[in-house]
Each structure stands twice: as structure tokens, then as C-alpha cells.
Nanobody, 125 residues
Framework: QLQASGGGSVQAGGSLRLSCTTS??????VGWFRQAPGKEREFVAA??????????FYSRTVKGRFTISRDNAKNTVNLQMNSLTPEDTAIYYC????????????????????WGQGTQVTVSA
């Protein structure tokens, strides 16, 4: 139900834009996670369609460089990644939840119901 796209290779300082299309279904929370070789999966950002409180959410490592946005008409969530560094190299996954997650729970992958297939992002020095 989720299709991630937009990955690729870029030099440090460059930008990439990832997209996650959630088929014909609208999810309340869509998040992005990443996993680098030999490392655990890491939360990147999440966007909530409804509910109060902080929205969107970002990890400390990407806040100020990455921007998550939603196009509800197209059931798409985008992740604009700027000022990329080699440490951003990973497979990026989008995930969707039907529930209403707050920031502390949106950072946990087990709270998501559906996952996309992942897209590779490689940043060279």
C-alpha cells in the first residue's frame, strides 16, 4: 500500500526529494525511517494529518535540513532532504499508521501498520 521513490546518489551538500505514495488510502500518520548498513533502523520524520500538538516531527539529526510535507489530494508524503552528508546514507523507508501518534510514539517503528519497500540514498564525500 506504500510506494517509496526518489532515492539516488548525490554528493555531500546536495539535495534529494523522496516521495511516499499511500495508494488510495489516507493514513493519519506517515513517517520516514532509515537504516544504514550495520546500524539499527532510525526515525527520521513524521507528519500527522489530524490531531493537536507538535506536527510534523523530526529527529535531531535531520531537523533543519529535512522537510516533510503532505499532498493529501495525491495521497503523497514527500521528504525534502537538503545539506546531505555521508552520514545520511541509508535505505529510507516510509511507514504509515492508522492511529493518532504523538511525537514520542511516532518515533517508534513498531507503532506503524504499513511499510514501503525502501529506497536507497547514497551521499558521497
Amino acid at each position: 500500500q506504500l510506494q517509496a521513490s526518489g532515492g539516488g546518489s548525490v554528493q555531500a551538500g546536495g539535495s534529494l526529494r523522496l516521495s511516499c505514495t499511500t495508494s488510495t488510502r489516507t493514513f493519519n500518520v506517515v513517517g520516514w525511517f532509515r537504516q544504514a548498513p550495520g546500524k539499527e533502523r532510525e526515525f527520521v520524520a513524521a507528519s500527522r494529518r489530524s490531531g493537536g500538538g507538535q506536527n510534523p516531527f523530526y529527529s535531531r539529526t535531520v531537523k533543519g535540513r529535512f522537510t516533510i510535507s503532505r499532498d493529501n489530494a495525491k495521497n503523497t508524503v514527500n521528504l525534502q532532504m537538503n545539506s546531505l552528508t555521508p552520514e545520511d546514507t541509508a535505505i529510507y523507508y516510509c511507514a504509515a499508521s492508522t492511529g493518532s501518534l504523538i511525537m514520542s510514539t511516532a518515533m517508534i517503528g513498531d507503532n506503524y501498520d504499513f511499510w514501503g519497500q525502501g529506497t536507497q540514498v547514497t551521499v558521497s564525500a
